[in-house]
C-alpha cells in the first residue's frame, strides 16, 4: 500500500525566512515522487518531481530513501509562495500512475 | 491549448440520484485519471482510463464508474448518491509513453459536486 503523511496542516513563516514543508512516504517499491502547488483560485499545478532534479521558484526537494521522506525547501520565502502544497506518490511499479496525496499543506508567508 | 477542461464547474443533486461529470484531456494526452478530494484533505484516486479501459481504481465502490471515449475524453458517473460524495471531482491527463511509468499528470479546475 502506498502513503504520504505531511504532518503540518499550517505553516506559517515571515518574507525572507527559510521554508522546509515536511513530506514522509510509505512504498515498498520504487517510488516516484512530487510536489504538487495550488494557489488561491487556481488548480493544482506540478511544482517538480524528483527525477527531474530542478529548482523550480526557488524550491528544491531531495528523496531520502533512508528516512522515506521527501521534504520541500526553500531558502528566502516570498509571499506569492502562500499556497497549498501537496506531496504526492507513484508506484513505478504500477500498471497505471495513479498518485497518492498527503493531506496538503498550507504555507502563509507574511510581510 | 486550454489545458485539461471540465464540466460542470458546479452542481446540485440530493440524495439518491445519479450524477455525470465531464473531462476533456490536455491536447496530445491519451490516459484519464479521476480524484476526489473531500473539504481540507488531498485528492484520492478513484480510477484511471487508458485506451478506453479501466487500468487502475482505488478504493472506491462500485457506485462509482466512468467512460473514455475514443477522443480520449472521459465521464466519471456516480450513482444512488450519498451525502459523503459531496467533494470537489478533479480530472487528470497524462501521456502514457509506455505501458508502465509515471508521467506527468495535469489537472482540469474540478467539478463540485454538492449532495443534498
Known amino acids: 500500500a502506498q502513503r504520504v503523511t505531511q504532518p503540518e496542516k499550517l505553516l506559517s513563516v515571515f518574507k525572507g525566512a527559510p521554508v522546509e514543508l515536511k513530506c514522509n512516504y510509505s512504498y515498498s517499491g520504487s517510488p516516484e515522487l512530487f510536489w504538487y502547488v495550488q494557489y488561491s483560485r487556481q488548480r493544482l499545478q506540478l511544482l517538480l518531481r524528483h527525477i527531474s532534479r530542478e529548482s523550480i521558484k526557488g524550491f528544491t526537494a531531495d528523496l531520502n530513501k533512508g528516512e522515506t521522506s521527501f521534504h520541500l525547501k526553500k531558502p528566502f520565502a516570498q509571499e506569492e509562495d502562500s499556497a497549498m502544497y501537496y506531496c504526492?506518490?507513484?508506484?513505478?511499479?504500477?500498471?497505471?500512475?495513479?498518485?497518492?496525496f498527503g493531506g496538503g499543506t498550507r504555507l502563509m508567508v507574511k510581510p | 491549448d486550454a489545458g485539461v477542461t471540465q464540466s460542470p464547474t458546479h452542481l446540485i443533486k440530493t440524495r439518491g440520484q445519479q450524477v455525470t461529470l465531464r473531462c476533456s484531456p490536455k491536447s496530445g494526452h491519451d490516459t484519464v485519471s479521476w480524484y476526489q478530494q473531500a473539504l481540507g484533505q488531498g485528492p484520492q484516486f478513484i480510477f484511471q482510463?487508458?485506451?478506453?479501459?479501466?487500468?487502475q481504481r482505488g478504493n472506491f465502490p462500485d457506485r462509482f464508474s466512468g467512460h473514455q471515449f475514443p477522443n480520449y475524453s472521459s465521464e466519471l458517473n456516480v450513482n444512488a448518491l450519498l451525502l459523503g460524495d459531496s467533494a470537489l471531482y478533479l480530472c487528470a491527463s497524462s501521456f502514457s509513453l509506455q505501458a508502465t511509468g509515471a508521467d506527468t499528470q495535469y489537472f482540469g479546475p474540478g467539478t463540485r459536486l454538492t449532495v443534498l
Open positions: 504526492a506518490l507513484s508506484g513505478r511499479d504500477n500498471a497505471g500512475n495513479m498518485l497518492t
Open positions: 482510463y487508458y485506451e478506453e479501459e479501466e487500468r
